[in-house]
């Protein structure tokens, strides 16, 4: 277990940073809902990989890339993208989560507990956390000349299919990284939030993707001090303080 | 010889379960100016996607090898909420800014030349807050960062005032006269189309 603070934080601030940057492109792409429904399906992975005894992390990310193709190969084969179909699906998942997640881990699964995060966790978000970065950054032209326009995207022979898998990919990547902070109920919302949030005060596509960072990186660090100081699970602290930064740039922006 | 940019032969598009080109066949002399006519519903933009690889097709397009293709999509609805900003979409063909300067003078930026440097209005502005002529300047100048040896313009000119469109024009003219370009465009003016194209094809609904 990781128990040194500092060490926690730093973890913690890769997840928000890395949350922060992925979301950016996820308000964008207006699949801000699809990004908080698919964090339910973690929910019966991690059930299984506790059955089994494995890192409940690696059940979560071998759950959402199952889902995250589904998703994919859904949007690329129908004409309007399947929200209906793709929110009951993933109600589902989180149903049969609740059934199968063992009574003293449910908890924990879903709300996040970061008394439990040990040093190989904190090893793989780092690992994770770079690679999430770097990735984002070599197909970040293509996704968003994408989102600009698809057939601009196809013309410029950007594989927009492709593009978009991976992007989907490490969105599971990293809602996996962030169940154990947050857990499955919220590790969505740490995607969607601080991007939200940096949207409302933001000029450029640059400073969309700092803020972005900024506020993720802020909510976890500030989410967990609150947490410890006034002894509440770290996830619902997080969110909060996450809601709080948005508040604040809502009213930024309608000042304005 | 002149040498044939594109050809096109036996090309039969179904779009949405209906026929919208049947067996058409085409070809375009490099160089050349090619207009597409037809009324609405006629298949033109469909015709395009199908020449971009964007749609599924019967039949064959064949592009020759040397073919660099600059497409202005008709009409971009780019969202308001977007924060991306015209350098910023600009940026994701050519990280040189002269070149961009430069394409931003060439599709009539060019009266306020100083002001892309000084008064970056334009430059700062969000792709979806511009003005439909605006946006189409814009569409024009990222088809011409990758200097193109083919244009192919899905009505160009919509939403452009007047004199803008015959800036547009004129810049064709001129840069055909500066390098090798091959021009396919859409247009609903016959007076443009006249006075442009070396070749017309008419789409028709009648099949």
Redesign the interface.
């Known amino acids: 277990m990781i128990t040194n603070l500092i060490i926690l934080l730093l973890v913690g601030s890769l997840v928000g940073a890395a949350s922060g940057y992925l979301g950016s492109f996820m308000v964008?792409k207006r699949m801000s809902l699809v990004g908080d429904a698919l964090s339910h399906v973690a929910l019966p992975g991690m059930a299984i990989a506790m059955m089994l005894s494995v890192s409940p992390m690696l059940g979560a990310f071998t759950a959402l890339t199952i889902a995250i193709v589904g998703i994919w190969y859904l949007a690329e084969h129908s004409e309007i993208y399947p929200e209906a179909l793709v929110g009951v699906f993933f109600t589902a998942s989180l149903a049969i989560g609740l059934l199968i997640t063992p009574e003293p881990e449910l908890f924990e699964a879903l709300f996040g507990n970061i008394e439990t995060i040990t040093i190989s966790d904190g090893i793989a978000i780092l690992v994770a956390s770079v690679l999430i970065f770097v990735l984002t950054r070599i197909i970040s032209?293509r996704l968003?000349?994408g989102?600009?326009?698809e057939?601009?995207a196809?013309?410029?022979s950007v594989n927009t299919s492709k593009i978009n898998l991976i992007y989907l990919f490490l969105v599971g990547l990293v809602v996996a990284l962030g169940v154990k902070f947050v857990g499955t109920l919220l590790t969505g919302a740490l995607v969607i939030i601080p991007a939200v949030t940096a949207?409302n005060i933001?000029?450029?596509?640059?400073?969309?993707q700092i803020y972005s960072i900024i506020f993720g990186v802020l909510s976890v660090v500030m989410g967990i001090l609150i947490s410890r100081l006034i002894s509440i699970p770290s996830g619902p602290s997080i969110v909060l303080v996450s809601i709080f930064f948005f508040l604040g740039s809502y009213f930024v922006k309608i000042a304005k | 010889m002149a040498t044939d940019i594109l050809t096109v032969s036996n090309l039969s598009i179904d779009f949405d379960g209906h026929e919208v080109i049947d067996d058409l066949n085409l070809d375009v002399v490099r160089d050349s100016t090619v207009a597409v006519i037809g009324p609405n519903g006629s298949g033109k933009t469909v015709f395009f996607k199908a020449l971009l690889g964007l749609i599924d097709y019967a039949g064959q397009v064949n592009w020759h090898k040397e073919a660099k293709i600059g497409y202005v999509p008709q009409k971009l609805s780019v969202s308001k909420d977007l924060p991306l900003t015209v350098m910023e979409f600009l940026e994701l063909k050519e990280k040189d800014h002269h070149k961009i300067t430069e394409v931003l003078r060439l599709v009539g930026f060019k009266n306020k030349a100083e002001h892309i440097h000084h008064d970056v209005r334009v430059l700062k502005t969000r792709l979806g807050s511009l003005s439909g002529g605006e946006l189409q300047r814009i569409m024009m100048a990222y088809a011409l960062l990758g200097d193109p040896n083919v244009l192919l313009l899905d009505e160009p000119t919509a939403g452009v005032d007047i004199s803008g469109e015959e800036t547009f024009y004129e810049l064709f003219a001129k840069l055909k006269k500066d390098k090798d370009l091959t021009i396919i465009f859409i247009s609903h003016d016959l007076e443009v189309v006249n006075k442009y194209a070396d070749k017309i094809i008419k789409l028709t609904h009648d099949h």
């Open positions: 964008v032209k968003l000349l989102i600009v326009s057939d601009l196809k013309a410029g949207k933001a000029k450029s596509i640059k400073w969309f």
